[in-house]
């Protein structure tokens, strides 16, 4: 950084790490492969399986609703004190 605190050096603001971007397109073929083989057997799964994988797979693709107040704060704040270690 100069005198000024501006960045001189480095990745520009915002650009992505090296390492996250290539994590991210391991995880995406990972995915995409896992989901290939889940829809070949996805006709032998039993109407109960097909609900259960439904189930399992909205809780990764709904967003769960957050409670409010109407001046949108939340009072869903946990504070622990004390020594969580004795």
Do not use: F, W
């Not at 889940?38 to 259960?52: A, G, Y």
Request: include cysteine.
């Amino acid at each position: 950084m100069d005198s000024n605190g501006n960045k001189t050096g480095g990745r520009q603001k915002g650009s992505q790490n090296l390492t996250t971007i290539k994590a991210r397109q391991q995880m995406e073929m990972t995915l995409s492969l896992s989901l290939a083989k889940l829809l070949e057997k996805i006709d032998i799964l039993k109407p109960s399986e097909l609900i259960e994988l439904a189930a399992l797979c909205s809780k990764h693709t709904i967003p769960i609703p957050k409670e409010t107040n109407e001046d949108g704060s939340s009072d869903n704040v946990i504070i622990i004190t004390g020594n969580l270690l004795k």
